[in-house]
């Protein structure tokens, strides 16, 4: 058995505004090192939700996290933020890049803020993610010029720059057109198999789910099909 | 902390609504330099005013008071030293107006460390003669070097030299009023008449203006040696001792310690001045409150921009918190424009708060009472500005707080939710 990446055990979470109401029921489920798991079920089933508890950004909930075997509770959310800086990968659906920075700064900021290699190691780390993303010639550019396609592969450049344990997606071709959705595709699973890096992806594309290595279906908050 | 990384966003921020830092920058300018401005040309005009009395108000005046004797001599008969005894309708004691040794009493207040300068003076009662009419006026025995150099005796003369008093015999520098009434000019000659029914002729060299109607209505200045001359009294008379400290605020000590050792009366400038203090201290409050008030109301400004800056970065800061920035990052990060806006627009106030003071300083400003004042007085006290650019940190510091603390709360999963 590979090493594990990332463990759930028994997470509960509810909601309760406006009333109390369940939206995580008994997640307990792990990922190991290289898989490439997509994460599927209709809208409001609880996959963004489980998604958001796992990149630790969202700390209200029951049961246990473990990233990388270390469990998250009773850590503050200064440490959490160090987790997610070095540990974890995010890409969203919508693109979310700082507007006020070029293409290259973008992708160096979470590298710069780790703090572990000088400036120009962190430049030459980003310029070497962009040429694999093949947007080598936007770097200068301004992070609001880009058209949809090519702002969503300088985000996934980002979650790459500090060599993430994990790469979580919430949709992450879910507002691209056919084409720079598969653009998108490829890449996870190049990354996968090429570098053997972990991923996990919340879709409702089926087609993007069935070509993944490992599909966990949710349907009311409860997995049922791994 | 990589605080380098943290500057970096915090300018990148700024810049990208540069509009809007610029308008917050500018009012903390503003109100920096009405600040600057107002307490400059506000306590110019204190300065002006105290001066018209304190600059002119020895520190220590030594004198001797008609008064009645402590020492009645119903306390000096044995029987009746045990009670308290009432004594009724006492009259003071016929004491001489001249100050006794008055020569050693000057050479030693001289070699206190404590003493700026001393100057003797004598006070001469006399009538002047206009005709058939007599004027009831004081002649003030100065010398007139000493008087200038502590008290700016002669800021006050016009039409002439206060110097001319010593230069030219039996002289006098006259009253601007007093000399109206005479219709005296520079260059005539005026009689007076002394207590003692002596008609003296004195030779007017100068006017006095002092600004206080009072003092220019009956006030001249002669020599010590022709006031001495006009009394029919020796080269060792003298009324009056008027010492001048390096600290104003030993006045009252020093002033007790003399009458003490020189058995004399001592007045200080505090008890013979108080209201002036009471006066400048409100004028210089109502300058504060006014100055602070200003940057109180730029430093809602800032929270107001700062406040809407976050709105509308509210992704940024939650893709920043998202990719590993913790709330602390992201409220220093606030902090920092809020107090980038304080120092820069605290500067660029403080040297507009300067020139603005440098232009209140051009204003012509004539007023007959005040013949040495051209244009309007500016206090450049150093302390206005370090009280200044401080508020200004203060305050934009204290509006960057809220708003900073909000931007460090916000929780990345609702507003990535929420698109």
Redesign the interface.
């Known amino acids: 058995m590979s090493e594990l990446v990332l463990q759930t055990k028994q997470v509960n979470k509810y909601f309760h505004d406006p009333v109390k109401m369940q939206v995580l029921k008994d997640i307990s489920f792990s990922l190991s090192r290289g898989d490439f798991v997509s994460l599927t079920g209709r809208s409001g089933c609880g996959k963004s939700t489980l998604l958001y508890i796992l990149s630790t950004m969202d700390t209200e909930f029951e049961g246990e996290l473990l990233i990388d075997q270390h469990s998250t509770r009773n850590t503050n959310e200064k440490y959490l933020a160090q987790v997610r800086n070095e540990k974890i990968g995010f890409v969203f659906q919508f693109h979310y890049l700082l507007a006020e920075f070029t293409v290259l700064e973008n992708v160096m900021l979470p590298g710069l803020k780790l703090n572990k290699y000088p400036e120009a190691e962190v430049e030459s780390r980003a310029m070497e993610r962009l040429k694999m993303l093949d947007i080598y010639d936007l770097a200068t550019k301004k992070a609001t010029r880009l058209s949809g396609g090519e702002k969503q592969r300088v985000a996934i450049a980002r979650a790459l720059i500090n060599d993430p344990l994990i790469v979580m997606g919430d949709e992450p071709t879910g507002n691209l057109d056919k084409k720079n959705g598969q653009i998108v595709f490829d890449l996870f699973k190049k990354m996968s198999e090429e570098f053997k890096q972990t991923l996990l992806i919340v879709t409702h594309d089926l087609a993007f789910a069935k070509s993944t290595h490992r599909i966990i279906e949710m349907e009311d908050g409860k997995i049922i099909s791994d | 902390m ?1 605080y380098k ?1 943290i500057v ?2 915090a300018v ?2 700024s ?2 609504r540069w509009k809007q830092t610029l308008v917050a920058a500018v009012g903390v300018t503003f109100s920096i330099t009405m600040f600057i401005a107002l307490l400059g040309f506000m306590n110019g005009l204190n300065d002006l005013l105290d001066g018209l009395i304190l600059n002119r108000t020895p520190h220590v005046r030594l004198f001797n008071d008609i008064k009645a004797n402590m020492q009645q001599p119903i306390n000096n008969i044995s029987e009746f030293k045990t009670g308290h005894n009432f004594i009724y309708s006492i009259k003071p004691t016929s004491r001489r107006e001249e100050i006794y040794n008055a020569a050693p009493i000057l050479k030693t207040i001289q070699q206190d460390a404590r003493v700026l300068g001393v100057a003797s003076k004598i006070a001469a009662q006399v009538f002047f003669n206009a005709g058939t009419i007599n004027i009831t006026g004081v002649i003030t025995g100065i010398d007139a070097d000493v008087e200038n150099r502590l008290f700016h005796f002669s800021d006050y003369v016009v039409n002439g030299k206060s110097q001319d008093i010593i230069t030219t015999a039996n002289s006098i520098i006259l009253g601007k009023g007093l000399a109206e009434k005479l219709v005296a000019n520079v260059g005539d000659v005026i009689y007076v008449t002394t207590p003692q029914g002596e008609i003296f002729s004195l030779k007017v060299v100068g006017f006095f203006q002092s600004g206080l109607q009072e003092l220019d209505n009956t006030q001249s200045y002669a020599s010590l040696g022709t006031t001495q001359k006009i009394l029919g009294k020796g080269n060792n008379y003298i009324t009056a001792i008027q010492v001048k400290l390096k600290n104003i605020n030993l006045a009252p000590a020093v002033a007790k310690e003399y009458a003490k050792l020189f058995q004399v009366d001592a007045e200080d400038i505090q008890t013979a001045n108080s209201q002036f203090e009471t006066g400048s201290f409100v004028r210089t409050l109502i300058s504060y409150a006014v100055g602070i008030t200003l940057l109180i109301v730029a430093g809602f400004g800032i929270y107001n921009i700062l406040n809407m800056m976050i709105y509308e970065k509210m ?2 800061i ?12 992201v409220n220093h990060i606030f902090i920092l424009i809020a107090l980038s806006i304080g120092v820069s627009g605290g500067i660029v106030g403080l040297l507009f708060g300067f020139l603005l003071s440098v232009g209140i300083d051009q204003i012509p400003f004539n007023t007959a009472s005040l013949p040495t004042v051209k244009t309007y007085p500016v206090n450049y006290s150093i302390y206005f500005y370090l009280i200044g650019f401080a508020f200004s940190l203060f305050t934009t510091f204290m509006a960057g707080l809220f708003p900073a603390r909000k931007a460090s709360r916000v ?3 609702i507003i ?2 929420g ?1």
């Open positions: 990589n990384l970096r966003i990148a921020l810049l990208a992704d940024s939650a893709i920043l918190k998202a990719t590993g920035f913790s709330g602390v990052d929780d990345p999963v990535i939710r698109k």
